[in-house]
């Protein structure tokens, strides 16, 4: 039966971020500053060690190996800062490639007399770079649905839906004589500033284990329906989803049963409430191929009548015998985040 007691707990690694700003402009353009710009010195530790990074989700080793941290840049000074008034300024973008901590004397260049909100992303150097954004090979691209792109539309689109790597993002925060004083700030106002993010993961995670299947199954394969392709870094919104007919892929993963069990273990974008997903199993036997709908209870913000709803930094476990794949499974999580392994699944 159901464990009430159970939960959907968060992943617990992050990263913390600490960027120190020079205050003084001069106009030594062999430094790379001029009358206009501000140099930003960035510094970077960590909360906990990646020098040793713990398992990711089921057997793959963890690492974020880059990060970059993309200012948005106010579009006009009279204004508010409303997210929708601040636009990417790539040209000022620092992407720094990640061995050990700490990491220091990285600089950006940022406008002192220009207000700016700024952003800092965590993935794998495999996955994309600033430098060379419209590689076909990366996982995942940035952008817009609508132009102009806006720190209130932008967002992280996945190459292949189906295929969702590590992403970890981060609002940074400014603080003025060790005083917090917002997301959004203007150099030349502030004397003392440094800038505080922590980077946390924005990605879903998703288990899927079934055992007791007979030896006439020769194919197992999780499919999934009405998946982001899509979200904005920060809170993980959908902006993008697959749609009925659009050919795109639904297969997360397919297995052939070893002893009678297929395990499946897949990063997904979140989703909402309104646009959960169902789950099914293709099970193949011979020359024909069955689905199944993966039947799990109901859940509070989890799950509702087989569709689920999976969130930021949450991982959802399902787990059950072949013999009542016909009557449902047990949705569970049993995520031990008092340890240092921020998402080691604990049996």
Known sequence: ?????????????????????????????????????????VEMGAGNSIINPTRALGDPTYSVDRVWILPFKKIAENLDNSDVNFVPEY????????????????????????????????????????????????????????????????????????????LFTSVCYCYNNGVLYGTAFKP??????????????????LTVQVTNIPTYVTFVSLVAEQLAKAIQPIGGIPTVWQTSGDGDNRVLNSQIPASGTVSFSNLILPTTSSRST????????????????????????????????????????????????????????TINLDDNQWDGLQN
């Not at 992050?14 to 001069?26: E, N, Y």
């Not at 030349?188 to 995670?205: A, W």
């Not at 009548?305 to 009557?327: D, E, P, R």
Request: with cysteine.
């Open 1 to 41: 039966m159901y464990n009430r007691n159970h939960t959907i707990s968060s992943f617990g690694w992050s990263i913390i971020l600490l960027f120190a700003f020079f205050t003084s402009c001069t106009d030594n353009e062999e430094d790379g500053v001029t009358a206009d710009r501000i140099a930003v010195k």
């Open 278 to 333: 169902k789950l099914y199993l293709d099970v193949k036997y011979g020359t024909l191929t069955e689905r199944y709908t993966i039947k799990v209870p109901d859940l509070a913000n989890v799950s509702v009548a087989n569709s689920i709803t999976f969130t930021t930094n949450q991982v959802v476990k399902i787990i059950g015998s072949y013999t009542t794949i016909n009557l449902g499974f047990v949705l569970t999580s």
């Open 91 to 166: 040209s000022s973008s620092l992407q720094i490639d990640v061995n050990s901590f700490p990491i220091k004397s990285m600089t950006m260049l940022l406008s002192s007399s220009s207000t700016y909100k700024i952003l800092a992303f965590g993935f794998k150097r495999t996955d994309y770079s600033s430098s060379d954004p419209n590689n076909v090979n990366y996982s995942f691209s940035v952008g817009a649905v609508a132009t102009p792109v806006t720190l209130a539309n932008f967002h992280m689109k996945m190459a292949k839906t189906t295929v969702v790597p590590e």
């Open 188 to 205: 030349s106002l502030l004397q003392d500033i440094s800038l505080r993010g922590e980077l946390t993961r924005i990605v879903s995670g």
